[in-house]
């Protein structure tokens, strides 16, 4: 080895010793009788066990040593519970742990605890208090150690912390030699000028205190600092004979934890596709996002408020909002006394965005007091403070406050527990008197847009800024994938809350890669090839999105490393895995396959279910177990597919149990698997025209449920044809939940009985003329002759053929409603062409046929008027429901009938006025549409784009002769360059100068 590299080893030894805890731990029970001091019978045992608490737990492992001190079989420092410790021998201890002479550096950290006799004597006139030696000898003035220098020590000393536990007499004097250029903590068992208590044989009061309070197994945390330990012992210790003092840095100092590193060895480093907690367990093993953690810390100290943290799918988002941000806040190291902040569950909007903040309170903070008001006159003084652009949504939600009546004791907790009655201001108020900062993170911010209405968007929205507005201590982190970010535009005044600019959460570099492979493994100490490195850090970084799929190979790895016993993870290995792409499919296949038959069809309805079908992209979707029940799967089968789905060797899915309630939510683990699991992807592609149909149809099943199934609510005519068409295509998958399979069922009966009723009133009718008939002809028979009876043959013959002739067009309207159906029908399965002749037929089968049934007339009308019109757009029909990106303008037709809206995703859409539903897009513009206006005739459309062009559109009558012309010159058209059409004589006639 060269100079240069023993050089470099050498340093590179000294750093990592810099970065040692070491402890020096007294417990002094012999004291000769020249002493003048009675031997004690605990203090050796009390450092002992203190020293066993730090080796066990220690938030980093301690370098231990002990005083007086005997050697293990291993060669480690214990306590010799006999024997003495000199005067000297006690100062060396403590100069090397404070202050270790060149070239040692100081540990990071240095903690000394002191069991034994502490006595107070004069000095050269000067009172001082000592920690008592074997040694020492009164009649020499020879005391042992004093404080004044031990506080010497502390102030000089180069470690960042300095812990001091004396538990002995008169220690409360330590309290005058606070150091000031560093975190400390100084906890003495008595005051400066008290005595202690010593049961002979029994632990010291003081170390009882701290042996308990350094115990982390019941931490909810896992974690001790200084400041947990100091309220634990002011607890236990409040009225004690002797009392305990205590001096604590601003910034909280890491003690013990129950995930020492000891506890990681032979567990997996990598999270699989979960994200990483708050927990130590997870954020000791996070890594790669250090600088944008210490940025989202910033943010806090510049007192920001509103923070949004936007990245894609896969970036990281989740877990650096928890492993990083909140854990280190919650340890106090960043920011002095971040550790007793109030910290709010995280939590995700899901369906109902304000019911899941108010949750969120009522878990993490269950005992804020409420104030004791009387409910009405808060309830106006409240309304009377609101902001005056507090939306409707949001004024409506708190005109109808619950009464409060009886809170006190119950406190914010109870209050929550009331539905729809979020008063945001009051709960400000409530969060302003904790006279602590509040941090408040809300994860995939996006299910704002994909799984709640617009009215709960709003009152949402509108709550985050009056809690923003009506606080100064609440700091919000919002965590979004960064494709939603255009959305925010539709909420300006909330948008104009959020702190810019926002943190974008980018793809890791490659060291940054490399530390989320490398780390982790360090930590539990296992090795990983060369070659395997490289590999992953090259397959990662041309993959932006790809970190869950990292964190699943890793795990694999590990997991197969574990099963052939080997300590390293190899590149073999990697490859026979299928890399970072086909790890994760290769498993979920294989999950897959190992179910049944009936299983696998209820696993690809759970993992569709758990699927929202976006305008772009994908994302996760939430159910409950319990709504999946159907005809065709029972809520044990759902259970034992679910299991098998959420297993430990599996992991595709998970399950919680809901609040409330005995359901369970499912949630896909990651998206990554709704991205790049291609037999899930093959099952979205084929069921694609179905998922929209299904979910209306539940959707309306739901509402007829809320509406106590009133057949009002059903589904009839064209709408349940489409429901038919569904199941004819669809059945076999099984998807439809019961209540939606009941709510079909209903329907089908309604118009069966409907259909039923109608036939009757027919037969009803056509004996009730044959009666009359008969009854006309005997009454002509007895009063004329045969020139009498032959007129009435004439007139009952023209009546007859009048009748027919009714009959006749009457059936041509119900077979033009029932061909306006079909066109639905072949529009759901891709037909488009017989879609557009079924509309023409239904067109011709009604134009100029008036009949005596105005209000069946009116209904065939309006259908084949409907049907052609969608006939007439369908090659530029958009089968999205709704525009993708912010709409920037609208405008009515003149007539009022039709709306026309321009987006900036490049089209323009039209709208029926009347029903809202949508009658087509217009595609054409390569770049957002920003003005869309009419002719003063309603027959043009002109629309302004971002991409520098001004488009004209032609606009067609609800005319039905109109529409018909128009799509006989479409189809003729078609007919040219599609020869084998079987009806090419549909539309003869129509649009010549003849017709």
């Not at 301690?62 to 100062?91: H, W, Y």
């Not at 409907?754 to 009757?760: P, R, S, W």
């Amino acid at each position: 080895m060269s100079t240069v590299q023993q050089k470099v080893l050498m340093v590179s030894q000294v750093r990592k010793m810099a970065s040692e805890w070491a402890a020096q731990v007294i417990g002094i029970n012999y004291y000769p009788e020249y002493t003048t001091l009675k031997p004690l019978t605990a203090a050796a045992e009390d450092a002992e066990k203190i020293a066993q608490q730090l080796e066990q737990y220690g938030y980093r492992p301690f370098r231990a040593q002990c005083l007086p001190k005997t050697l293990n079989q291993k060669g480690e420092s214990k306590i010799d519970r006999q024997g003495a410790v000199k005067m000297q021998e006690l100062r060396e201890a403590i100069a090397n742990l404070f202050n270790p002479p060149d070239p040692n550096p100081s540990p990071e950290t240095a903690l000394f605890f002191f069991s034994g006799h502490g006595w107070c004597k004069t000095v050269a006139g000067k009172e001082e208090v000592f920690l008592a030696t074997s040694d020492a000898l009164p009649e020499a003035e020879i005391y042992g150690i004093s404080l004044s220098w031990l506080g010497e020590q502390l102030q000089r000393s180069e470690a960042k912390r300095v812990i001091v536990w004396l538990d002995c007499c008169y220690s409360g004097e330590l309290l005058k030699f606070i150091p000031t250029d560093k975190d400390y903590c100084l906890i003495t068992a008595t005051r400066s000028y008290e005595t202690g208590v010593e049961i002979p044989h029994t632990q010291g009061l003081l170390t009882e205190a701290l042996l308990a309070g350094l115990n982390p197994e019941n931490d909810p945390d896992g974690i001790i600092n200084s400041h947990k330990l100091a309220d634990f012992i002011i607890s236990q210790m409040p009225n004690t004979v002797q009392r305990p003092l205590i001096a604590n840095s601003p910034r909280a100092i890491l003690l013990t934890t129950k995930f020492s590193q000891k506890s990681f060895q032979d567990k997996c480093p990598y999270r699989s596709l979960s994200y990483f907690t708050e927990t130590k367990e997870d954020a000791e093993v996070f890594y790669g996002r250090s600088a944008l953690t210490q940025e989202l810390i910033q943010q806090v100290r510049d007192e920001h408020r509103l923070i949004a943290v936007l990245g894609a799918s896969g970036s990281g988002k989740s877990s650096m909002l928890r492993a990083g941000l909140l854990y280190q806040l919650k340890l106090g190291q960043e920011i002095p006394e971040s550790d007793r902040w109030t910290y709010i569950t995280t939590f995700t909007p899901k369906e109902s965005p304000v019911k899941s903040l108010q949750e969120a309170f009522a878990l993490s903070l269950p005992n804020l007091s409420h104030p004791r008001t009387t409910p009405d006159i808060a309830h106006v003084r409240d309304l009377e403070n609101l902001s005056p652009n507090l939306s409707p949504a949001r004024r409506e939600a708190l005109n109808s406050p619950p009464s409060l009546q009886g809170l006190g004791a119950g406190g914010l907790g109870s209050a929550l527990a009331f539905p729809h009655d979020l008063n945001c201001q009051v709960i400000g108020e409530e969060l302003k008197a904790l006279n602590t900062p509040v941090i408040l993170i809300i994860d995939q911010f996006e299910e704002c847009f994909t799984m709640c209405n617009d009215n709960q968007r709003q009152e949402f929205f509108d709550c985050l800024r009056e809690l923003i507005d009506c606080t100064d201590n609440l700091y919000i982190f919002i965590g979004m994938r960064s494709d939603f970010r255009g959305r925010w535009r539709e909420y300006p005044k909330f948008a104009g809350k959020i702190n810019k600019p926002y943190i974008n959460v980018e793809h890791l570099s490659r060291e940054e890669i490399e530390e989320a492979i490398t780390k982790p493994a360090d930590w539990v100490g296992l090795g990983i090839e060369g070659r395997l490195k490289q590999q992953l850090i090259n397959d990662v970084e041309d993959y932006p999105g790809s970190l869950p799929l990292l964190q699943y190979t890793l795990t694999e790895l590990w997991r197969e490393s574990r099963n052939q016993g080997d300590e390293v993870l190899s590149l073999k290995t990697y490859e026979d895995l299928g890399g970072v792409e086909g790890t994760l499919q290769k498993r979920a296949d294989a999950v897959y396959e190992s179910l049944s038959a009936t299983e696998k069809t209820v696993a690809r309805r759970i993992f569709l279910e758990l699927t929202q079908m976006g305008e772009t992209t994908d994302v996760r979707r939430r159910v409950r177990l319990g709504e999946l029940v159907n005809s065709h799967h029972s809520l044990e089968l759902l259970q034992q597919v679910s299991e098998k789905l959420a297993d430990k060797d599996a992991r595709l899915i998970t399950k919680t149990d809901e609040p409330d309630s005995q359901d369970v939510i499912l949630d896909v683990v990651h998206e990554a698997l709704i991205r790049h699991w291609q037999m899930l992807r093959e099952w979205k592609e084929e069921y694609k025209l179905g998922i929209a149909i299904e979910r209306q149809i539940e959707a309306e099943a739901e509402e007829w449920g809320r509406n106590e199934n009133k057949p009002g609510f059903l589904r009839k005519d064209d709408r349940l044809a489409v429901a038919e068409a569904y199941l004819a295509r669809f059945s076999d998958w099984q998807m439809l939940n019961g209540v939606a399979e009941e709510y079909i069922r209903e329907s089908q009966e309604l118009r069966n009985r409907l259909e039923q009723g109608e036939k009757e009133r027919q037969q009803e009718k056509l004996a009730a003329a044959r009666r009359q008939n008969r009854v006309v002809i005997m009454f002509s028979m007895g009063l004329a002759g045969v020139a009498i009876f032959a007129g009435y043959q004439w007139y009952d013959a023209h009546n007859k053929a009048e009748e027919a002739t009714n009959k006749a067009k009457e059936a041509a309207q119900q077979s033009a409603i029932a061909l306006a159906q079909s066109f639905e029908v072949s529009l759901l399965s891709d037909r488009q062409l017989e879609a557009v002749i079924a509309a023409l037929q239904s067109g011709r089968q009604i134009s100029g046929r008036p009949i005596k049934n105005a209000n069946l007339e009116q209904t065939a009308n309006q259908q084949a008027v409907v049907a052609l019109k969608r006939a007439i757009y369908l090659p530029e029909r958009n089968r999205l429901e709704g525009h993708s990106e912010a709409v920037y303008s609208v405008a009515f037709s003149p007539d009022g009938k039709t709306i026309a809206s321009a987006s900036y995703d490049n089209t323009v859409k039209l709208w029926d006025a009347a029903t809202g539903k949508e009658i087509t897009t217009l595609k054409g513009h390569s770049d957002g549409v920003s003005s869309v206006a009419f002719s003063p005739d309603g027959k043009t459309i002109a629309s302004a784009s971002v991409d520098k062009t001004v488009k004209l559109w032609k606009v067609y009558s609800n005319n039905l002769n109109d529409l018909i012309v128009y799509s006989c010159a479409r189809l003729r058209v078609y007919l040219q360059s599609n020869p084998n059409v079987s009806d090419r004589t549909l539309c003869d006639g129509v649009g010549t100068k003849s017709n």
